[in-house]
């Protein structure tokens, strides 16, 4: 590029339409990458979600809303909604508190700091992959030391993950192990930019910690919270790895969420790509509404 | 006092919270009829490599870690390549230079980190299969790397506007093009923000699990998530050992660069989290 550059050097008006399209040159690599890989699949999904496409099938036809009228029917997909609603409401205060709690101890002048945050982080470079077959073999009914740990305790044990009570919470519990250092990180930037003033003039006028806590902390912190918040409930949505290791969606429909039960039906038992697509789109539907929801929230913040 | 008690209580919740991982690389040391027995034994011992060299070396068509570690290697590295490239190429039109459409196009790049990875997977599993891209490594890599795209974008544009102007200034004296301000002054000074950018596309490129998984179906090219995940199926329940071995191993590529730029990550994440 260097090269043609100065080649055209002394030919003033090529030279300024040259100027001009620079900044497009730049821009051609990765717009190209962008509006091929996500921008056209994303309007191409909304297409086929009004078709009767299949895998491996080249014809297919247009079949208006056919496949969004079916998901009206489809008990499971109704039951992945649920599902996927009982996991976001229910993993949310966990998510949101435990590493709102482990960052404000560590913020709170402890000794190895940075091992600590080290190892709370440890568990978000694995793959979720790696993460479930981790649970998977500790909550082993049989050999597993989390049973064997509850037995010598006293306490009940059971199959977790086979138990449809009980196996959603199994996946919370990973997914909570797998994230909190993640938020805890962010958790902790937030902290260190509230002025230590504040705290001090606090005590002074004689807040206690918990006073501090909730009359300066948190209110400095809402915008975190928010990230936090949107963050965490924007990837409950999309819940997929912990799910296909450790239960595949059972037992029975138990733990079965959206995009396990699109996974299934584009990939797996149907093939059926127009409804899965329809499945998405339904999904991306829910997922704009709650970001929209965000950028309120967070405009609202601004204002004062 | 209070703090040495606070201290000392956030070690042993820390050790808690390892014990998980611990417990995987315990098990991968033990041998095979150690690793059912109860009460649960802490200390490996005898120990073993048995396991890992099972997954590393067998020829059985399930256990080919080895391979998905190179696989795995190969995706990941590529994906870094074009992330780091491609986005710093795009983020310097738009942090340095004025033309029409510029705010449309950031505007378009980052509202794309809205867009829902499982929200396109058929879409862009038909067009990797028009491209007769499935499994192979261009089919991992790209898509992969268009995943993290708009988060580059947004993170190097807020680096490059941090930077002083005054050197690329100078350099437009002396006749510098601005490809050359691009490639000898700008991506020098953004280091730090490049490497972060990095390790956050290498992170996300090794353990994606959902694209590999319907991107790729022969053995032979599975990434490790992929191949981890159907080494589960292809054992009884009790076969811990050789699973934990391969949970082991596809951890440490990322264990090592987190003890080694453990700030470097850290910061990435503050930067990409707060500001995003």
Not at chain 1, 96 to 105: D, E, H, K, Q, S
Not at chain 1, 225 to 239: A, D, N, P
């Amino acid at each position: 590029m260097a090269a043609a550059d100065r080649g055209v050097k002394h030919r003033a008006p090529r030279r300024l339409r040259r100027g001009a399209l620079t900044p497009y040159l730049f821009l051609v690599p990765g717009l190209l990458l962008f509006a091929a890989f996500r921008l056209y699949p994303l309007l191409d999904g909304l297409r086929l979600s009004f078709t009767n496409a299949r895998l491996g099938r080249p014809q297919y036809a247009w079949v208006g809303l056919a496949n969004y009228q079916r998901l009206l029917d489809d008990t499971r997909f109704h039951a992945s909604l649920w599902n996927t609603a009982f996991y976001t409401v229910a993993s949310t205060l966990p998510i949101l508190a435990i590493p709102l709690v482990l960052a404000v101890a560590l913020n709170r002048g402890v000794a190895l700091k940075t091992f600590l945050r080290s190892a709370f982080f440890f568990p978000f470079t694995l793959s979720v992959v790696t993460v479930g077959l981790t649970w998977l073999w500790l909550l082993d009914p049989v050999v597993g030391p989390f049973n064997y740990y509850l037995r010598t305790l006293g306490l009940p044990t059971r199959s977790w993950l086979a138990d449809p009570y009980t196996a959603m919470w199994a996946i919370i519990l990973t997914t909570v192990w797998w994230v909190t250092g993640y938020y805890l990180v962010i958790y902790l930037a937030g902290l260190q930019d509230i002025p230590g003033e504040l705290y001090e003039a606090a005590a002074l006028d004689g807040a206690s910690g918990w006073r501090s806590f909730w009359s300066i902390t948190l209110p400095l912190l809402r915008p975190v919270l928010l990230f936090v918040f949107v963050t965490h409930i924007i990837g409950s949505f999309q819940i997929f790895g912990q799910v296909f290791v450790l239960t595949q969606g059972g037992p029975g429909d138990a733990t079965r969420t959206v995009v396990q039960h699109l996974y299934e039906t584009a990939f797996q038992n149907f093939f059926h790509f127009g409804s899965a697509s329809a499945m998405a789109w339904v999904l991306f539907g829910v997922i704009v509404v709650f970001s929209l929801l965000q950028f309120r929230l967070l405009r609202g913040h601004t204002e004062y | 006092m209070r703090r040495a008690a606070l201290t000392a209580l956030m070690v042993v919740l820390a050790i808690l919270w390892l014990t998980p991982a611990l417990w995987v690389l315990v098990t991968s040391l033990k041998r095979t009829p150690d690793i059912i027995r109860l009460p649960p034994e802490w200390i490996p011992w005898p120990a073993t490599l048995q396991h890992y060299g099972e997954v590393l070396l067998s020829s059985s068509r399930t256990a080919r870690i080895g391979r998905a570690f190179l696989n795995s290697t190969i995706v990941s590295l590529g994906t870094v390549v074009i992330v780091v490239f491609a986005s710093a190429m795009t983020a310097y039109p738009l942090a340095r230079m004025r033309f029409p459409g510029r705010d449309v196009i950031f505007a378009l790049v980052v509202g794309s980190l809205m867009i829902p990875n499982a929200v396109i997977l058929v879409p862009q599993y038909v067009l990797t299969q028009r491209l007769g891209w499935l499994s192979t490594y261009q089919g991992l890599i790209v898509p992969e790397a268009a995943m993290t795209f708009g988060f580059g974008v947004f993170l190097l544009r807020q680096f490059f506007l941090s930077l002083p102007r005054e050197l690329e200034d100078a350099a437009r004296i002396d006749g510098a093009n601005a490809w050359d301000i691009f490639l000898r002054i700008l991506l020098p000074l953004s280091q730090p923000a490049l490497g972060a950018l990095g390790i956050f596309a290498f992170r996300s490129a090794w353990n994606d699990f959902l694209w590999p998984l319907i991107a790729v179906n022969k053995p032979d090219m599975f990434p490790l998530p992929v191949a981890l995940a159907l080494l589960r199926g292809a054992y009884s329940s009790e076969s811990y050992g050789p699973i934990m071995a391969g949970a082991t191993l596809s951890a440490l590529p990322l264990l090592v660069v987190f003890l080694v730029a453990n700030r470097r990550i850290i910061e990435g994440v503050r930067l990409g989290g707060v500001k995003g």
